[in-house]
């Protein structure tokens, strides 16, 4: 199976610039790549994201957590979901 280039430079683009919340990805069974299905874009949350995957059909996402630590320190975490 291959993975897209643009599936590499979204994440790139989120994890260095924050220009995404997440990044929702699909398997495209005809042409056997995994490709962008959906971009969130910085200002979404995580209800956002929850109602952009669906049902019924695997995907696999990334989301950029953001989060104040005991310290009131603002801190940010990346997660894999596979859906």
């Known amino acids: 199976m291959a993975v897209h280039d643009d599936c ?4 790139m683009e989120l994890k260095a610039k924050r ?4 990044i929702v990805y699909k398997i ?8 962008v299905e959906k971009l969130g874009e910085p200002n979404q949350g995580y209800e ?6 669906p049902a019924d059909e ?7 957590f953001d989060f104040l ?6 801190k ?3 997660f894999f979901v596979a859906w």
Do not use: H, W
Not at 19 to 22: E, K, L, V
Not at 28 to 35: D, G, R, Y
Not at 48 to 53: I, S
Not at 69 to 74: F, I, L, R
């Open 8 to 11: 590499k430079l979204k994440f």
């Open 76 to 78: 940010s975490r990346i």
């Open 48 to 53: 956002d994201f929850t109602a952009c995957l």
């Open 28 to 35: 495209e069974e005809q042409q056997k790549q995994v490709i």
């Open 69 to 74: 630590t005991e310290g009131n320190v603002p």
């Open 58 to 64: 695997c995907r696999y996402a990334v989301y950029d």
């Open 19 to 22: 220009t995404y919340r997440f």
